[in-house]
């Protein structure tokens, strides 16, 4: 049973779209990411999201925003998509971070393509 | 500012030899690291960790090295395996976040 999934796993798509990305976990955990790996395959955070507390990294444009309808779900939305926003994107998971164990679970990556 | 360091981009490795990946940070209130391992067209996986009061943790064919006078960890894989072929990512959780290097490239020749 996968423990982080994502779908679409591929998604090409046009300038000035909006697309979403959903993302699911079945771990119990408390806290989710978006992670966006870029053309020179850095892994920097987008968004860490628990039931409380949402952190947004100030350098994401605001076209992006999480939506979590409930703690096993985190979604990334993408407003007027821009070729520049052309990556993989990796949702993950973990239990909440100060507890000296943290481990975050990823899913499979979301390959997104902007034409 | 990257925070996390792995100098090397790629290492190859003979089947049977030992594998020696590198990770440098520089925030001294790192106390937690982990390596994941990333094969194409899959999300990194969790291989090993170690906290800041050992030196030192090993998992089966994996053990990782934390020198924390240096800032320095390193992942040994001993012996390397065609499978181990992957790309390794040292990280480190800090406040809400987790700090990523870039990743080293490992691949293992039969």
């Known amino acids: 049973d996968t423990a982080v999934s994502q779908t679409p796993k591929y998604l090409v798509t046009q300038m000035g779209n909006d697309k979403s990305i959903k993302c699911e976990q079945n771990?119990?955990?408390?806290?989710m990411y978006w992670y966006k790996q870029d053309s020179k395959k850095f892994l920097k955070i987008m968004f860490s999201?628990?039931?409380?507390?949402?952190?947004i990294n100030e350098t994401v444009p605001n076209r992006f925003s999480p939506k979590s309808p409930d703690k096993a779900h985190l979604n990334l939305h993408i407003n007027s998509l821009e070729l520049g926003d052309s990556a993989v994107y990796f949702c993950?998971?973990?239990?909440?971070?100060?507890?000296?164990?943290?481990?975050?679970?990823f899913g499979p990556g979301t390959r997104l393509l902007v034409l | 500012d990257q925070q996390v360091k792995q100098n090397s981009p790629s290492l190859s490795v003979q089947e049977g030899r030992i594998s020696i990946l590198n990770c440098d940070y520089t925030?001294?209130?790192?106390?937690?690291f982990l390596w994941y391992k990333k094969y194409p067209a899959e999300g990194p996986t969790f291989l090993i960790s170690?906290?800041?009061?050992?030196d030192k943790n090993e998992d089966g064919r994996f053990t990782v090295f934390l020198n924390k006078s240096a800032k320095h960890l390193s992942l040994h894989i001993v012996p390397s395996q065609p499978g181990d072929s992957a790309v390794y990512f040292c990280?480190?959780?800090?406040?809400?976040?987790?700090?990523f290097g870039p990743g080293t490239r490992l691949s293992v020749l039969p």
């Open positions: 925030n001294s209130m790192f106390d937690y």
């Open positions: 990280a480190a959780p800090y406040g809400q976040n987790f700090v």
């Open positions: 771990l119990g955990h408390d806290t």
């Open positions: 170690i906290s800041s009061i050992k």
């Open positions: 993950a998971s973990s239990l909440p971070l100060g507890g000296g164990q943290e481990t975050q679970y």
């Open positions: 999201y628990n039931n409380k507390e949402l952190i």
